[in-house]
């Protein structure tokens, strides 16, 4: 009995932390359709700013999107990721840059997650959408030796799922630096295996990506 009730109120916790990330508003930026204008031209596009005041970080994304005569051609783009962070009160610097190729219809962003409980990791994601889908990129800045990681999501949540076409929420990140993502009902398919399929951990230094909760809160009721 006592067990049950010390899992009880666990998932009870992971299920407030949950709506404590849920309730963090995203900061995000994209740079729009690929192959909208097929002109050679560079654009750079800068998010607004994060801030966590009580743990001394600011962040801020850009996106760089090239279209060369080349890409254009092909009907490509050629986007640059690039996060920002400055600790303390301190200058920005550069923690993470990444290239990806889009094509026609993709849109390329990225979103400011936010802060870990105990303010030690920063969460970012870089990602592609192209109609209803999403890629995932989770971004994960380790504030105490200054590092980013970063690992794409793929399908690792996806194949252990009843396929309803429900994509993954990426709602935050825990102190140990695991991406934390909710995956709501299908908006397509109201039957009982499309329903909601709870809070999952994605592990960027393992590449695993395991389910902690069954259902993932009030926010998808």
Known sequence: MGCLRVVGLSLLLLLAA???????????????????????????????????KAHG???????????????????????????FVASQG???????????????????????IGMSPDGSKFAADFWQAEGDGEEHRPVIYD???????????EDKIQKQIHSCDQNEDFVGVTNSGEAVLAVPPSVYDDSPGCGDKGVWHFDLKTGRAYRVAKVSGDKWR
């Open 18 to 52: 949950l709506r404590c990330f849920a309730a963090q508003k995203h900061i995000s930026v994209d740079t729009g359709e690929c192959g909208e204008d097929t002109s050679a031209k560079e654009t750079v596009t800068r998010s607004t700013s994060f801030t966590d």
């Open 57 to 83: 970080l600011s962040a801020y994304g850009i996106l760089t999107i090239r279209s060369s005569s080349g890409h254009s051609k092909k009907n490509q783009c050629h986007v640059a990721y690039e996060l």
């Open 90 to 112: 301190g200058q920005f610097g550069r923690v993470k840059r990444l290239d990806w190729d889009t094509e026609a219809g993709e849109i390329a962003g990225i979103d400011l």
């Open 143 to 153: 504030v105490s030796n200054k590092q980013a990681f970063d690992l794409p999501l």
